[in-house]
């Protein structure tokens, strides 16, 4: 059977490379200027009203503005920093399997030569990426293990073995993320707790048992504290929900790329693969 030439793309070398290594640490630092910046404004246009006493604890925190419901909106933030990361990561993969070129295409093409086949994993160990490109990893282990074997069927395994460990790589990538949905009520709910505490330390028992004047003086204080305590749980439950909510938006579009990148070496190498009959294995 005869096939077309392949042509292998070598203008991928230094297009793609992605710098990685600074990201975190600029996501932090952005995160961290936003929140001053939100707080800052939510000072302004809610302080001294219930609102802000309850969004941004203006009057439960003695050194304003370190308060709880403050440190929620950083942790948030820095959530978001995090979620955009993998966001951007996302978008530089569907842009990388879109243009890369590293595979043919073409209808009719098929790859016989261990040559044009070893051109193309040397194209790709060229090729300047991150480290955590899925295409370039799933197509050089594709390869290594065909050159070894010359059987489809090993390739195929090597391949889902692959995508497999990728899943779980791609899944460790949210760690931080799933710490800190988890971290973000838990203060909540301690907020909460110390609400209370501080809001029954404060209820004076001879007022509370004596005229009825006084008991309704005292019963409004701790409806006051009380309500300012729950305030933390509502603004951490509001918080890690709409965290939650993005962190699967987020991950959906990672895992769906890992599922398109699987799909196009399978499409375009394993399914192009012609073994000869004096090599087929199976």
Known sequence: MCSKKII???????????????????ALGISVIVTIVVVALLTVFIGGSFWGDMVIGETSSPVYPFSLQNLMH????IGLGQLWIRWL???????FLSKSGFLPEEDGVLLEKDEDIEAIRVNVSNAAVRAEAFLPDLINNSILQYSKSHSISDT???LNSNLELNIHRLDLNYSI????????PTFGFMGTVIGIAYALGRM???????????????FKKITADLGFAFGTTIVALALSALLVFLWNV?????????????????M???NRLHVPNKRNSQ
């Open 8 to 26: 292998v793309n070598q203008s991928g070398k230094g297009v793609y490379h992605m710098y990685y290594s600074n990201r975190n640490w600029i």
């Open 74 to 77: 950083l942790l948030f933030f």
């Open 89 to 95: 990561f996302t978008y530089e993969e569907n842009v």
């Open 156 to 158: 195929i395994s090597v």
């Open 177 to 184: 993320i799933r710490y800190l949905v988890w971290a973000i």
């Open 204 to 218: 004076d028992i001879n007022k509370f048992m004596g005229a009825s004047t006084e008991k309704v003086i005292v």
């Open 250 to 266: 987020v991950q959906r579009g990672e895992e769906n790329v890992l599922n398109k990148a699987g799909k196009y070496v399978l």
């Open 268 to 270: 375009n190498l394993i």
